[in-house]
């Protein structure tokens, strides 16, 4: 089973990713959470930014270049990434790489995910980085992200993680205060990730539209995103046709 998370940066998709899976584990059932790129922090007052940027080149350059090579379905992994970067172009070349490469490893994690028997839990799948690509080309519109989405994989359950506006700005200045300098080159401005709230209430809408079942889910406090990750439990059960487990 597949579950994918999608919402603004800095809105806790991954530390519900990790609260969900945990609270899966603990009640007995299969549950890994397939984790996205996270931006370097600044380690202590000494800058090695210069050198975690170009170690992530090189990594990236690695790993892509592993996928595309790849005997199962790396042609057709690189296809579906090249397709959708020619239908919403980011329009920075940096953002243009960065987006390309994430896309080409999460299709690559997807197609792996569909063979796993447990529960899968994508932090960013398809749906996130649709937004990311409006996010980054800032043209993209209704029509095209409907066109984009529906010939997308959909995941088993779809998850929106909402956050108030205010937290999350909160959080993305932390985030990029952590930040080396070299690493801000990589990253969206707090300005740009902030319009990413008005792309997703458009892939929210969208969604509704098609008939996509999806959940909303809080994680504004610690106490809400246990709840949320409770109701996401129950959920999962329902769809797997999942005897509950008993807590102890």
């Known amino acids: 089973m597949i579950v994918e998370l999608f919402g603004p940066p800095g809105s806790g998709k991954t530390t519900f990713a990790h ?24 380690s202590g007052k000494l800058d090695l930014g210069v050198f975690l940027a170009v170690a992530r080149i090189v990594s990236a350059t690695v790993s892509t270049a592993r996928i595309i090579f790849s005997p199962r379905n790396g042609g057709g992994n690189l296809s579906k990434s090249m397709l ?3 239908t919403i172009p980011p329009k920075k070349p ?30 960013e799948g398809y749906v996130q980085a649709v937004g990311s690509l409006a996010l980054h080309n800032g043209k993209a519109d209704k029509a095209t992200l409907e ?14 993680v909402v956050l108030p506006r205010a937290a999350v700005a909160t959080r993305l200045r932390k985030r990029i205060e952590r930040e080396p300098p070299a690493e801000r080159l990589f990253e969206a401005d707090l300005e740009v990730n902030m319009r990413s709230f008005g792309v997703f209430n458009t892939i929210s809408d969208i969604l509704s539209a098609s008939g996509r079942d999806f959940i909303c889910v809080k994680t504004s406090t610690q106490g809400a995103t246990a709840r949320s990750a409770r109701d996401v ?16």
Not at 22 to 27: M, S, T, Y
Request: charged residues 30%; hydrophobic residues 45%.
């Open 233 to 248: 439990e129950r959920a999962i059960i329902a769809k797997r046709n999942l005897a509950p487990k008993q807590r102890q």
């Open 147 to 160: 066109t984009v989405l529906s010939n997308l994989p959909a995941a088993d359950l779809t998850i929106r």
């Open 94 to 123: 940096i953002w243009r790489a960065r987006t390309w490469q994430h896309i080409l490893k999460l299709s690559h994690a997807w197609d792996r995910a569909k063979l796993i028997e447990g529960i899968q839990i994508f932090d």
């Open 84 to 86: 959708l970067l020619r």
């Open 19 to 42: 609260a969900l899976a945990k609270r899966l584990r603990e009640d007995g059932y299969c549950a890994e959470v397939v984790r996205s790129y996270r931006p370097a922090v600044r």
